[in-house]
């Protein structure tokens, strides 16, 4: 059969191609038989088009977005509140009004948003007691139902399906060996949403793995909180769903390991330790001074100098996301890291020279008399407890292993959590030469190496999104700023897109903390997007992402 207007099929076939784009640009959404009829974008930039400014530092931290009613869901850490935002219009985004919970607990950690429900993860007072996870209607704002969960809940994620609701629980102490110390344990709550009736909780808790604290020290996994058992040490962070929603793989990232969760079951049914990553080979170098400008000195300045180090970096990732590729699933990390140092009663965060009284060992590190001397190593902030009780020292006292706060990286693996790729040094190299921030200065100044002794750009968020047949990271930046995308396709070997940085000197958007992909297909504009909750600066910027085909 023939059409009568054959002039027109060209024109009607690239539209048809180009809206069923806009319906796979989402991360997550790895239908392969349909990526076959979707047009490849050969380039990928970013640009800002919009953004609300808070007002406040914490002001904007995890955001969440609503299609049907246009509208952006801005956690305010400052306030412990809510801010709605309509996106409607994005390059000029309107706050509409304020969730205030305070009827409901201490403040609002994170949000999630399914089809019109929005979820909220509220953390108690104090902060060991049971946190609240709340449902409202994104239209008309209307609280539907709240229950309780574990202690401190921060990042929630629906199931694809929208039928259940995970909650990452962290449990954090308040302190340690003190009079009115508290160590709640950690936790994965699922809910069944159960739209239209009451949700209902089930808990995947760390229990069994009580009792198994010295072989999971020795398979890897981070286990040192004083006096604390593995269900109170295991802090969930963040969590990635597999395609199906059965699978759950959350981060506890300062045990530097991560959770295997059946959904179905609410069941923890392993621990993986992420190990450690070799800053001695080359591409996986670090800035690790902030005073490298002299040559063997106590009392240098600072300078760029990235190079390979005999340090080992501990992974302990923020966000995880995941993706599929010929059928096989990965997940990305974002190796932020992070110490215990925030509670009394116990800080593992020292720096080399205080660390190493003694002297490194010479039988293990080279030049070890210069190395220790603050040009070099002497600085970098170092945790003093590996692993368990292990201080990393010999019997006379000398250090024979370094271990660095985070990866400086963002990292592949496969659902086993065997690692496919490192991005080694990349991150760090991006920032060389930035015209608008110093190299590795930290969010709240533009400080020259401010943050090369402790854990560099420190990338924290990441999502990942499909177009066409290629898939791409996007990963946050919290110190310097910006989001760095890589071409994700073949996972043992990512190419690098683009960088954007938004900050100017020690204004502008700073501290991504959340982001949030739009795909085309939902999005107000008919463009993706990505939006960055910035906790710094309090600001919600609209990036838009322009393919190039």
Known sequence: MKLKHQHLMPALLASALLAVAALSACGGDDDDAVVAIEPTPRTLGLEKIGGFDGAATGAAEITAYDAASKRLFVVNGANGTVDVLDLSTPTAPVKLTTLDVSALGAGVNSVAVHDGLVALAIE??????????????????????????????????????????????????????????????????????????????????????????????????????????????LEPEYIALSEDGRTAWVTLQENNAVAVVDVASATVTSIKPLGFKDHSLAGMGLDASDEDGGSNTNTGTPAIKIAVQPVKGLYLPDAIARYTVGGQSYLITANEGDARADWPGFNEETRVRAHCTAGLDPAVFADAANLILDSNLGRLRITATPNGGSDGKNGAGQCTELYSFGARSFTIWNTDLARVYDSGDALEQLTLALPNANFNASHDNNTLDGRSA????????????????????????????????????????????????????????????????????????????????????????????????
Do not use: C, W
């Open 454 to 549: 402790s854990k560099g750009p420190e990338p924290e968020g990441v999502v990942v999104g499909r177009f066409g047949a290629k898939h791409y990271a996007f990963i946050g930046l919290e110190r310097v700023g910006g989001v760095a995308v890589y071409d994700v396709s073949n996972p043992a070997a990512p190419v690098f897109a683009t960088y954007f940085n938004p900050r100017t000197a020690a204004t502008g958007d700073r501290g991504p903390e959340g982001l949030t992909l739009i795909p085309a297909a939902q999005s107000p504009n008919g463009k993706p997007l990505l939006i960055v909750g910035h906790e710094i600066s309090g600001t919600s910027t609209v990036l838009q992402i322009n393919l190039g085909f």
């Open 124 to 233: 108690a007072a104090p902060k060991t007691s049971p946190g609240t996870v709340a449902f409202y209607n994104a239209a008309d704002l209307r609280l539907l139902n709240s229950v309780t969960v574990g202690a401190l809940p921060d990042m929630l994620v629906f199931t694809p399906d929208g039928s259940r609701l995970l909650v990452a629980n962290e449990g954090e102490p308040n302190s340690y060996g003190l009079a009115d110390s508290a160590d709640p344990e950690g936790s994965v709550s699922v809910i069944s949403v159960n739209r239209g009736g009451t949700p209902t909780v089930a808990t995947a808790d760390f229990r069994a793995f009580n009792g198994q604290e010295a072989a999971l020290r020795t398979q890897g996994v981070r286990i040192f909180g004083p006096g604390a058992s593995a269900a109170q040490d």
